[in-house]
């Protein structure tokens, strides 16, 4: 960030649900000439910001960088991977958001995010689903074949 701007800044216009004042000083002049690294978080910012607003795919959007879509990893792939799959998890694209919590975690080498956690959410089966089959995986049952003295003291009783 330049001097004119701080984090502080951001997080107070954000919490006082100014949002299109924080999103302002995300895209306004004060965030252009940055490094990369600052640049993308940054864009995770504004991501979240869009999310507050309910903009769910902006938010999905505004991480569609360079960085995600050219399969390498980079000091902070962890945190925009995280980030792009809260994002895509938010705007319902549920099978994408488990792939990039999966790819978030494979970066995460340094335990920044709970990714692996929130892939195994994603991951599980929900067994209340499964009840409904129940019932197709044990055989019906069947009446046994009548023995042949049964058949006779059946007929004998008629």
Not at 46 to 63: C, F, N, P, T
Request: proline share 3%; glycine share 6%; hydrophobic share 40%.
């Amino acid at each position: 960030w330049s001097s004119d701007v701080c984090s502080s800044d951001l997080d107070c216009e954000r919490a006082l649900g100014r949002l299109d004042r924080a999103l302002a000083l995300v895209t306004g002049p004060e965030s252009r000439g940055l490094d990369r690294a600052t640049e993308i978080e940054l864009r995770i910012v504004e991501s979240g910001i869009r999310r507050d607003q309910g903009l769910a795919r902006a938010a999905v959007v505004a991480l569609q960088l360079p960085e995600i879509t050219d399969g390498r990893h980079y000091a902070g792939s962890a945190r925009l991977f995280y980030a792009y799959a809260d994002a895509l998890l938010d705007a319902g694209r549920e099978e994408e958001a488990k792939d990039w919590f999966g790819r978030a975690a494979a970066a995460d080498t340094h335990d920044e995010t709970d990714a692996a956690e929130r892939f195994e959410d994603l991951d599980e089966i929900d067994f209340a689903d499964l009840d409904e089959f129940a019932d197709l995986d044990e055989p019906e049952e069947q009446d046994e074949p009548e023995s042949p003295e049964d058949a006779a003291s059946r007929v004998d009783s008629a």
